[in-house]
T-cell receptor, first 113, second 117 residues
Framework: SQKIEQNSEALNIQEGKTATLTCNYTNYSPAYLQWYRQDPGRGPVFLLLIRENEKEKRKERLKVTFDTTLKQSLFHITASQPADSATYLCALGGMDSSYKLIFGSGTRLLVRP | GAVVSQHPSRVICKSGTSVKIECRSLDFQATTMFWYRQFPKQSLMLMATSNEGSKATYEQGVEKDKFLINHASLTLSTLTVTSAHPEDSSFYIC?????????????FGNGTRLTVT
């Protein structure tokens, strides 16, 4: 069956450290992958896009990798801050001709001051 | 940046009544909008794709007669939950793309918390 797996347990780290979140998928062949941030009671906010032919993308303190062989994406936040505390969602797209995005369940990140 | 406005943010209704949720793209035109549903600590589940001027496309298992979608203009899509029941209580979120590229990001509304008593 098709699955997108993100660690359901919260990731608790100290301020200043690097947070690494994982997104694994099975039985999907996405053309691209996106990462979103969601705060409680709010809609998700787009962070980064990475295409299947790209290994790594960076934006300020954020870095995303995409390994289509392992069927995995890693999302890194360097020099983490308490304000980075939120739920982070990965989303797969481009599996067919539609514009749909399929989301993982998200990982909650807690950054301690 | 592109803004999607969703209204109302919260609604409480009695079982058997209908509730309408509006989703507007404020500074761009959206020929396609997406409606998601989210249960606590779970992923966003795509319910349907709303197409301006034509019928919505529903995902498998979503009752189209229960969740009525209308996309009458390039900036407005509505979701009506008909004959609501307590199990319909959830967080409903709409989204749209600003631009025709398939991998462009989705812009989300801030969701509607529906509680059916």
């Amino acid at each position: 069956s098709q699955k997108i797996e993100q660690n359901s347990e919260a990731l608790n780290i100290q301020e200043g450290k690097t947070a690494t979140l994982t997104c694994n998928y099975t039985n999907y062949s996405p053309a691209y992958l996106q990462w979103y941030r969601q705060d409680p009671g709010r809609g998700p906010v787009f962070l980064l896009l990475i295409r299947e032919n790209e290994k790594e993308k960076r934006k300020e303190r954020l870095k995303v990798t995409f390994d289509t062989t392992l069927k995995q994406s890693l999302f890194h936040i360097t020099a983490s801050q308490p304000a980075d505390s939120a739920t982070y969602l990965c989303a797969l797209g481009g599996m067919d001709s539609s514009y749909k995005l399929i989301f993982g369940s998200g990982t909650r990140l807690l950054v301690r001051p | 940046g592109a803004v999607v406005s969703q209204h109302p943010s919260r609604v409480i209704c009695k079982s058997g009544t209908s509730v309408k949720i509006e989703c507007r793209s404020l500074d761009f035109q959206a020929t396609t909008m997406f409606w998601y549903r989210q249960f606590p600590k779970q992923s966003l589940m795509l319910m349907a794709t709303s197409n301006e001027g034509s019928k919505a496309t529903y995902e498998q298992g979503v009752e189209k007669d229960k969740f009525l979608i209308n996309h009458a203009s390039l900036t407005l899509s509505t979701l009506t939950v008909t004959s609501a029941h307590p199990e319909d209580s959830s967080f409903y979120i709409c989204s749209a793309r600003d631009g025709g590229v398939s991998n462009s990001p989705l812009h989300f509304g801030n969701g509607t918390r529906l509680t059916v008593t």
